[in-house]
């Protein structure tokens, strides 16, 4: 296998049938020792925390596929914490997409002054990031990634849709176990002339709740799995 990327979660190798594997680590993002999906860091390692995302991933990609929804996943090797995906090419260099259904983290923090923290986003709210440390993930508009020459507003019609309808069969889940889901960040790609989910829909990457407090992405990971 040859290495093409080094992530913050996970690395990235081409395979000789030309799939990718994506293998998972246990470093997550946050700030100061705490766990935060919103933050564009790694802030704390989690020990297992790799293989609870890729089990999540596994256990979701499943559930749009049973759906109908088309993914980059082909199949999982859980021991390995690796993943073999369809080869896709990503919008710029790298673009981040996050579906709010309660306004919490990042979003509190660039607008508390219009909305208290924990406020209810009828709907649901899809905004988009580039993967830039070093500019802090900024923000990027519908009419900005078309200006720049990333995606045009057809494709970015189709990532929203795609967005709020995985949303949506994400947070049901999680609702039949008595979870919440406040909010989730995915990642989108190009492939043979589709926009697709790519990446993951680990554990890691979604804010849940359960009777008032923030779950954990390992706990997260058994009450998704041990039902």
């Not at 990532?159 to 406040?182: F, H, P």
């Not at 990457?205 to 998704?224: A, C, F, Q, S």
Request: net charge negative.
């Amino acid at each position: 296998m040859e290495k093409v990327y080094v992530g913050k979660t996970k690395d990235v190798y081409r395979l000789e049938n030309g799939n990718v594997l994506l293998k998972f680590k246990d470093d997550c993002t946050g700030r100061d020792g705490v766990f935060d999906p919103g933050e564009n860091s790694v802030g704390l390692t989690i020990e297992g925390i790799g293989k609870a995302n890729l089990q999540t991933s596994v256990y979701y990609f499943e559930l749009l596929k049973a759906a109908g929804i088309k993914t980059h996943y082909v199949s999982a090797d859980i021991g390995n914490a690796a993943m073999e995906v369809l080869p896709a090419t990503v919008f710029g260099h790298g673009l981040e997409v996050i579906c709010r259904l309660v306004a919490t983290g990042s979003f509190i923090r660039r607008y508390g002054e219009y909305m208290a923290d924990g406020t209810v986003l009828e709907g649901g709210y899809v905004e988009c990031t580039f993967k830039n440390d070093e500019k802090g993930d900024p923000l990027v508009t519908c009419e900005g990634l078309a200006a720049l020459g990333i995606m045009t507003p057809e494709m970015f019609a189709s990532m929203k849709e795609q967005t709020l309808r995985i949303t949506g069969i994400v947070a049901d889940d999680l609702k039949s176990i008595g979870l919440d889901l406040w909010d989730i960040k995915f990642e989108f790609g190009y492939n043979n002339g589709e926009v697709i989910l790519i990446d993951e829909i680990a554990s890691g990457n979604m804010r849940v709740y359960k009777d008032g407090r923030i779950v954990e992405p390992v706990e997260l990971t058994k009450l998704i799995l041990n039902r």
